[in-house]
């Protein structure tokens, strides 16, 4: 079975987070929903871009021998060796320990090129030059200071973007992070998967999902629990403009008003952040009903 698909030109990035044990990745291209075929992350084995001449059994291949314990370069050595087309081939990894490497063939078209860095590659082909440096730059930055894997992604591909980015133009990006019982529910590793498969300007389009992820399914900061009690009057506003609660605004956080408020944080897709239950709730539950209801 062939399972080759026409060049993806693009740039890309992955990386390894050992504070919160996540691995991501990052991509950019003029390719209509590219990061379907580009991104590939595995709580426990690493995470994959596979571009140019994608070969989408690297995404596949490489998960299951890093998750064996293969390094990325090695585990890049094994795929390459075995595939008679790997001079069209790019490809950049970091595995379950974050050691990075990165493969461009000869064969990829102008410009083409990766950086490697501590727990990171870069990678791109049909590039403005420069852009694939300017990613790295970005990163590094961006990893020292706020935020988590996503946003520091996120902002590699802005800069490289900035810098010049895909010769063609734009169209679609996606970043995947992923981390051990990370994903909705619990149960799964799927923390952030977003994509923009088809936009003018699908890297600020990204950077904005991003916020509304961070936003409905962050995790809650214990410093800004807050007690029910004391907001019991404001929420008790907000639900008799929804139409969710009818009774008196009483300022008693009775169980009335914990029964509307669990409805419209769930019909909010909030739910993540309160669930139902106990006397504090988070207050970016709060400011955001507020804001939106009045």
């Known amino acids: ?130 852009t694939v440096e300017a990613m790295t730059k970005a990163f590094e930055q961006a990893r020292r200071g706020s935020g988590e894997l996503a946003d520091w992604l996120v902002e590699a591909l802005a800069a490289g973007q900035s810098a010049g980015g895909d010769s063609r133009g734009r ?3 996606g970043v995947l992070v992923v981390r051990e019982n990370g994903g909705y529910g619990g149960n799964n590793d799927r923390y ?5 498969d088809d936009h003018p300007d699908p890297i600020v389009k990204l950077a904005e999902l991003v916020t509304m992820h961070h936003l409905l399914f962050g995790e809650v900061n214990p410093d800004n629990l807050v007690p029910l009690a004391e907001v019991a009057g404001e929420l008790q506003g907000v639900l008799l403009r929804t139409g969710h ?17 669990r409805a419209l944080v769930g019909s909010e897709n909030l739910e993540e952040r309160w669930d139902g239950a106990g006397d504090v709730i988070d207050r970016v539950v709060v400011d955001y009903l507020i804001d939106r209801f009045g």
């Open 1 to 130: 079975m062939d399972r080759t698909i026409p060049p993806i030109a693009t740039f890309s990035i992955v990386a390894y987070d050992p504070g919160k044990k996540e691995w991501g990745v990052a991509v950019q291209s003029k390719f209509l929903a590219c990061a379907a075929v580009v991104s590939w992350a595995r709580a426990g084995a690493g995470a994959v871009a596979t571009q140019s001449f994608a070969n989408i059994a690297y995404g596949i291949d490489s998960l299951d021998l890093m998750a064996s314990g293969k390094s990325a370069d090695e585990t890049i050595a094994i795929l390459t060796a075995a595939d008679d087309q790997r001079a069209q081939r790019q490809v950049g990894m970091v595995d379950k320990n974050g050691r990075a490497a990165s493969f461009t063939g000869d064969g990829c078209y102008e410009w083409a090129g990766h950086v490697v860095g501590d727990g990171f590659a870069c990678q791109g082909n049909i590039l403005i030059p420069g």
């Open 171 to 173: 169209q679609a990006a």
């Open 192 to 196: 952030l998967d977003l994509r923009v």
């Open 245 to 261: 609660y009818t009774g008196p605004r009483s300022g008693a956080f009775d169980e009335a008003t914990r029964s509307a408020l």
